[in-house]
């Protein structure tokens, strides 16, 4: 199933609020379960990419329990949440 048919499957078939709680528990799993490979992965020195409104792109200088941080680009430092990274592979 691709996600615009999964879309449109919730849209239109789904209609109790108990289908959708449990949806959104499935979801909350899944991206915790990213971010717990993601972090296990990243070390310091890792380029990666943030998905975000501030920071583009930049590089991993530390990683903790539930986020790591990045240092941008232009030099800032930031806390971001595991789940907002993405690595680059450069």
Same mark, same amino acid.
């Given at each position: $199933?691709?996600?615009?048919?999964?879309?449109?499957?919730? $849209?239109?078939?789904?209609? +109790?609020? +108990?289908?959708?709680?449990? *949806?959104k528990k499935v979801i +909350? $799993?899944?991206?915790?379960?990213?971010?717990?490979? *993601?972090?296990? #992965? *990243? @070390?310091?020195?890792?380029? #990666?990419? @943030?998905?975000?409104?501030?920071?583009?792109?930049?590089?991993?200088?530390?990683?903790n329990r539930t986020k790591? #941080?990045?240092?941008?680009?232009? !030099?800032?430092?930031?806390?971001?949440?595991?789940? $907002?990274?993405? #690595?680059? !592979?450069?």
């Amino acid at each position: $199933m691709e996600i615009n048919e999964i879309v449109s499957h919730i $849209m239109t078939k789904m209609t +109790d609020t +108990d289908e959708l709680n449990h *949806l959104k528990k499935v979801i +909350d $799993m899944k991206r915790n379960d990213i971010a717990r490979n *993601l972090k296990n #992965v *990243l @070390v310091p020195g890792d380029r #990666v990419y @943030v998905e975000g409104n501030r920071v583009t792109g930049g590089f991993i200088e530390k990683v903790n329990r539930t986020k790591a #941080v990045v240092r941008a680009d232009d !030099g800032q430092k930031w806390n971001v949440p595991l789940t $907002m990274i993405k #690595v680059t !592979g450069e």
